[in-house]
């Protein structure tokens, strides 16, 4: 299981850049994964390219295997954001921007099933005009409209907030501000069906906002109305700390957890009927929905965890899709039997270990997560976990690009190489002694942690390669695994250091939530990594509509976070998924629901 990266923005993507999300009626089956987007966006204005989802044959009802089951139908507040969820809510919640896949590569595109249009139609100030259709209603058959967006924008914006169990004060609503901070004023007309949204300052990553490609999605702002007895949402101001804004937050952020179908509606194609929150979620199409009917009746959604189970799954005909951790064994078995087809391409999603920075045994020794670092054998982990499933896999140089992105600059590249007598040295300059037991000691401190981590079987074997060159370098890493860890112990930062995966994309403005500090819209920073420069520096750049001064800008804010050592990224995960061969076309790109981002239009071929 991954976490859900808040990643708001269009700017960093061009023809070799990868995004981790996708929607298209055409698709890619087996091949490399890529992502384009016009270069500069501040060049852009317009209007950008329509989707509409195609006409498709009926294919009854389908089964699919996938890593973990769907927890909350509001996916868009730090306490929840989890990709497990995405798989169930891509084809559920309506997004203004949406991703296909245009000769394997992600294109960003307009729904146009949705939106009649989204324009700039000024550039000082950025102004922004979305349309939205006519016909867009929710599976009750409430309209679409401005009071969804409103709802978004005050609550990534409002000033209320709540001092959290740390004393720090943070969003009352849990939601990061990035991109929406910069509208100053979100106006409603023409029946409510017309958004404009004029900016203060310039963010170039604007078609982020509201929707999947951000890993965000409009929510029905009238059930949230009914409930709260607030008569009017648009009349509650960012500017607004009062009861009124209180009751909002409330129901915001408690009253869409897990699934209630009374409040969980669809503004989809899909529309979720039932789950149980862990082994199994049921899709059916939406009655209400406006555009081409969806290819399959049902779609039951079937957890589970293990790799090869779920590959017994697709041989027994239990399932006819199955997306697992990349595994490798899996992988060779499946390419080797013509009944099946399997694809596998280097993805937005990598592994790494962050260090929880409220812990005084790595705030207060920056020398030791260097020396982790040190000692963690990277090579060691992708030629044994990841290269059988590709080959081209290398360690991971970077926390805010990955390899086959534009960009792509590798700043950790002088540690991870599993090298014990760097690690030691570095412990010892810095007043450490090797006691009787072969630890590092210095005061009292112990150079010892838990590694958490959720029960995957490719984690279990990352910890174990990970304890054996760091054990020789006189460090003690304890396995620390848990079913709940990346749903309940990581947002909560219950852990010494974590091991999990962001699911990112190359919209990088949203990517600020994981790593500004917490005080300034850092909603996904779980490990509270509090760097002033890093927050001041991603600001700055989600506002420059550059795009070769952008990526130096990111860059630099990688080279900040490499020196600050809070987190080790290790690889680069493969995107996998397998099928029986007469079903497709079928991919996988995360933001958008990996497997499940085009559902709508699988076939079975005849």
């Not at 199409?285 to 009746?297: I, T, V």
């Not at 005080?519 to 927050?535: E, I, L, Q, R």
Request: charge should be negative; proline fraction near 4%; include cysteine.
């Amino acid at each position: 299981m991954r976490r859900s990266k808040a990643v708001s923005a269009l700017a960093l993507l061009t023809g070799a850049a990868l995004v981790l999300s996708a929607c298209g009626g055409g698709g890619a089956g087996e091949g490399d994964g890529g992502g384009q987007q016009n270069a500069d966006p501040g060049k852009i204005g317009g209007q950008d390219e329509l989707f509409k989802r195609p006409k498709v044959d009926d294919i009854g009802e389908i089964a699919i295997a996938v890593e973990e089951g769907f927890h909350n139908y509001n996916n868009n507040i730090g306490a929840t954001n989890n990709f497990s969820s995405t798989i169930a809510l891509s084809n559920v919640q309506p997004s203004p921007y949406i991703t296909d896949l245009v000769d394997g590569k992600v294109v960003i595109k307009i729904d146009g099933d949705l939106m009649e249009s989204i324009k700039v139609t000024s550039s000082d100030p950025q102004v922004i005009e979305w349309k939205v259709n006519k016909a867009a209603v929710w599976s009750d058959g409430q309209p679409i409209d401005c009071d969804d967006f409103h709802l978004k924008w005050l609550a990534a914006t409002s000033k209320a907030t709540v001092k959290g169990d740390d004393g720090k004060e943070a969003s009352i609503f849990d939601s990061t501000d990035t991109g929406y901070k910069d509208i100053s004023k979100l106006e409603c007309s023409d029946n409510d069906k017309t958004i404009t949204t004029t900016f203060s300052t310039p963010f170039a990553d604007y078609r982020a906002l509201f929707s999947h490609p951000g890993s965000d999605s409009l929510l029905p702002a009238h059930v949230l109305e009914q409930k709260t007895g607030v008569a009017d949402i648009t009349k509650v101001t960012p500017a607004q700390n009062d009861e009124t804004v209180q009751k909002v937050a409330e129901f915001y952020t408690k009253g869409w957890l897990g699934f209630d179908p009374a409040v969980a509606l669809s503004g989809g194609p899909y529309m979720i009927t039932s789950s149980d929150l862990k082994d199994q979620t049921v899709l059916e199409r939406n009655p209400k929905w406006w555009g081409e009917k969806p290819a399959a009746s049902k779609v039951i959604l079937k957890t589970n965890t293990d790799a090869q189970s779920s590959a017994q799954q697709l041989q027994n005909k239990e399932v006819v899709v199955i997306a697992p951790q990349a595994d490798a064994a899996v992988a060779q078995q499946l390419r080797g039997d013509s009944a099946f087809k399997v694809y596998a391409a280097g993805g937005q999603t990598f592994e790494h270990v962050d260090f929880n920075m409220d812990r005084p045994l790595f705030k207060q020794n920056k020398e030791l997560r260097l020396a982790i670092a040190q000692c963690f054998d990277r090579e060691d982990l992708v030629e044994k976990l990841v290269k059988d499933v590709d080959p081209n896999a290398k360690p991971l140089g970077s926390l805010t690009f990955m390899p086959n992105e534009v960009g792509y600059e590798d700043h950790y590249g002088d540690i991870g190489k599993g090298d014990v007598a760097a690690a030691k040295k570095t412990l010892e300059d810095a007043g450490w002694k090797q006691g009787g037991d072969g630890i590092y000691t210095k005061g009292e401190f112990r150079a010892s942690f838990k590694l958490g981590h959720k029960i995957v079987q490719r984690r279990a074997d990352t910890v174990r390669i990970l304890q054996d060159k760091c054990r020789q370098a006189g460090i003690e890493i304890v396995d620390d695994q848990a079913a709940d860890f990346n749903d309940k112990r990581l947002p909560a930062s219950e852990f010494d250091a974590a091991l999990f995966a962001w699911v990112g994309q190359p919209l990088k403005a949203g990517a600020y939530g994981n790593y500004a500090q917490k005080s300034k819209g850092g909603s996904g920073n779980y490990n509270n990594y509090d760097s002033a420069a890093v927050t001041e520096k991603w600001t700055a750049a989600n506002k420059e509509l550059d795009y070769n001064k952008r990526i130096q800008m990111m860059n630099e804010i990688d080279k900040q976070m490499r020196d600050d050592m809070h987190s080790v990224p290790l690889f680069q995960l493969s995107d996998f998924a397998a099928s029986t061969a007469d079903i497709g076309p079928i991919s996988y790109i995360g933001v958008a629901g990996g497997v499940t981002w085009n559902l709508y239009a699988w076939q079975i071929k005849k």
